[in-house]
């Protein structure tokens, strides 16, 4: 915890402090996203767990921004992985 606190402003480790949650836990946060945002019924919840892994911010961004949309959202997904990978062959001069 002292190491969560020490690095948490320079964006070290505050991004693992919660946001992988385990299988259990994460199907709470689920269950009450969808309660409170209306939607995403049609979503399995194994789905979810093997696209999110866990990952409370992914599943924030999948309600609200996508409206539950899957498809649109992993395609994204894939299209940033892309892009960064594109750019790292730039930076690194691999081409």
Known sequence: MELAW???GKGGLMPMLLWN???DAFFDVVHEVRRQLMGGAD???DMLCQL????????????MNYGWDLRTWLRNVVNHIRDLMYREV??????
């Open 6 to 8: 020490k690095y948490r």
């Open 52 to 63: 999110l892994g866990g990952n409370v911010r992914a599943l924030m961004d999948l309600a």
């Open 43 to 45: 979503v399995g919840f």
């Open 90 to 95: 730039v930076i690194l001069n691999f081409t």
């Open 21 to 23: 949650l385990p299988r």
